[in-house]
């Protein structure tokens, strides 16, 4: 019942920035945390960041100072603001939150389709 859908990867050049935006739509009365993924080649999908809906956040130590998480609560749309971007930072990057539909409904947890970074000169 809820989508998410990421925009905003591409090829950037060391040191350079992105800004990746992740919209989540459907049948949502609620969301909870949500979160950027990250995955590269050979490697196993990891946590870069986390934001409650009271806009706590929690960075992996790999993007501390570098990255920033938040969201827009009003568009259901959290961004992940990335500075300073080194090589290591190639991935394919995922938000994921976890949605509920319906009063005393389930709670689901939903993955966007990933969206490609490439930091490379």
């Known amino acids: 019942q809820v989508q998410l859908v990421e925009s905003g990867g591409g090829l950037v050049q060391p040191g350079g920035s992105l800004t990746l935006s992740c919209a989540a739509s459907g049948v949502i009365l609620t969301i909870g945390p949500m979160d950027w993924y990250r995955q590269a080649p050979g490697k196993e999908r990891e946590l870069v960041a986390t934001i409650t809906t009271g806009g706590v956040t929690n960075y992996a130590d790999s993007v501390k100072g570098r990255f920033t998480i938040s969201r827009d609560n009003a568009e259901n749309t959290v961004y992940l603001h990335m500075n300073s971007l080194i090589p290591e930072d190639t991935a394919v990057y995922y938000c994921?939150?976890?949605?509920?539909?319906?009063?005393?409904?389930?709670?689901?947890?939903?993955w966007g389709q990933g969206t490609q970074v490439t930091v490379s000169s």
């Open positions: 994921h939150t976890a949605a509920t539909s319906w009063p005393s409904g389930p709670t689901f947890y939903y």
